[in-house]
C-alpha cells in the first residue's frame, strides 16, 4: 500500500527530487513550500509552521507515514536560523501525533557539510534551548558584522540540527514512539542553491576547497534523494540520530580516517 510522505521543500532542488522519485515509485506525496506546493506555507514563522502542519495533517487525513524537511536557505542572516532550524525541528514535533497513527513512521531532516564548520556556540546552544527570540537576536547582531560573519547562522543552524537529530531521536518523543530520526549531510549538490556559486570558476574553487568532492565531484539532488527515500522507509529500522554523510568523500577528506579516538583511555606509561 502506498506510504503518505510530507516533504516541505518539495518546490526545488533535493525536495522536489526527493517527491519525483518517491512519486514515481507510487507513494503518496503532500509537499510544503512558500509557494508551488500542497500546502502554502512560509517555515520561517511560528504561525506558518503551524498551518503547514494543521494542514498537511488534513489532507493526510490524520496519517503521516513519513516526514523529510528539505526547505532551508544559506543566506548570512538570523533567518536561516529560523527555517533550517526552527522550521524543521517545529514542524516535525506539530507533525508526531500524525506520525504516531502510521504503522511504520519515519523522519529525516537534511544537514549539512556546514555542520562540520567553525559555529558559533552561543547561536547554537540557543537554539536547542528552544529559545527562537535569543537565537534570532544574536543571529542578527552576527549578520550586521557583515556576510563573512552572519555564515555562522547558517554552519550553526546545521550543526544544532544535526546535534537535535541526536538528541530528540532517542527520546521518548522519537524513539518511544517507535519512529526512526536522521538526518543526511549532503556535499556540493547542483540545485537552485547552489547555481550562482558555481556558475563562475572562482565560485566553485572556493566551494570545492569548503567541500573536497574526489568521488563523482558535484552530486545531483536525486543521490541525496534516494537516500532520504531509504531513511524514509520502512526497511530502516534501527538507525536512529545519525548525520549520514554523502558527499562524495568530503567528510573522509576532512576528518581523516580516525574519528574513534575521542573516547579512548590515555595511554599507559
Ligand atoms: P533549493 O533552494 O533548491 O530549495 C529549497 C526550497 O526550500 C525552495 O523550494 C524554497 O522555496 C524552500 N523554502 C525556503 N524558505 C522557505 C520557507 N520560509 N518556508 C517554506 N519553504 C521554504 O535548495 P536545495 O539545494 O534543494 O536545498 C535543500 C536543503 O539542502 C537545504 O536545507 C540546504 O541547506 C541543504 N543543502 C544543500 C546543499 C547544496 O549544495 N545545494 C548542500 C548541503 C545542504
Not at 87 to 114: C, D, I, K, Y
Request: net charge negative.
Amino acid at each position: 500500500m502506498a506510504r503518505t510522505y510530507v516533504i516541505t521543500g518539495s518546490a526545488s532542488g533535493i525536495g522536489a527530487a526527493t517527491a519525483e522519485v518517491l512519486r514515481a515509485r507510487g507513494e503518496r506525496v503532500i509537499g510544503i513550500d512558500l509557494r508551488g506546493a500542497d500546502v502554502e506555507a512560509d517555515l520561517s514563522t511560528a504561525e506558518g509552521r503551524a498551518a503547514a502542519a494543521a494542514a498537511a495533517t488534513e489532507l493526510a487525513g490524520g496519517v503521516v507515514d513519513a516526514v523529510i524537511a528539505c526547505a532551508g536557505i544559506a543566506a548570512p542572516i538570523a533567518k536561516t536560523m529560523a527555517i533550517n532550524y526552527f522550521g524543521v525541528t517545529e514542524l516535525l514535533t506539530a507533525l508526531l501525533p500524525a506520525l504516531r497513527a502510521s504503522q511504520a513512521p519515519r523522519a529525516a531532516v537534511v544537514s549539512s557539510m556546514a555542520s562540520l564548520q567553525p559555529v558559533v556556540p552561543a547561536l547554537v546552544e540557543a537554539a536547542l534551548s528552544g529559545d527562537e527570540a535569543a537565537t534570532l537576536a544574536i543571529g542578527d547582531s552576527l549578520a550586521a558584522q557583515g556576510p563573512e560573519v552572519g555564515y555562522a547562522n547558517y554552519s550553526s543552524s546545521k550543526r544544532a540540527l544535526s546535534r537535535w537529530v541526536r538528541r530528540a531521536s532517542i527520546s521518548s518523543d522519537w524513539a518511544g514512539s517507535g519512529i526512526p530520526l536522521n538526518a543526511v549531510a549532503p556535499g556540493t549538490v547542483t540545485t537552485p542553491m547552489t547555481k550562482d556559486l558555481l556558475a563562475t570558476p572562482e565560485g566553485a574553487a572556493m566551494v570545492d576547497a569548503a567541500v573536497p568532492m574526489p568521488l563523482n565531484y558535484h552530486q545531483p539532488a536525486t543521490s541525496i534523494a534516494y537516500l532520504l527515500a531509504w531513511l524514509t522507509s520502512a526497511e530502516n529500522t534501527h538507525m536512529a540520530g545519525q548525520t549520514i554523510y554523502c558527499d562524495g568523500g568530503a567528510d573522509a577528506s576532512l576528518r581523516g580516517d580516525d574519528v574513534w579516538s575521542w573516547n579512548d583511555p590515555a595511554p599507559r606509561a
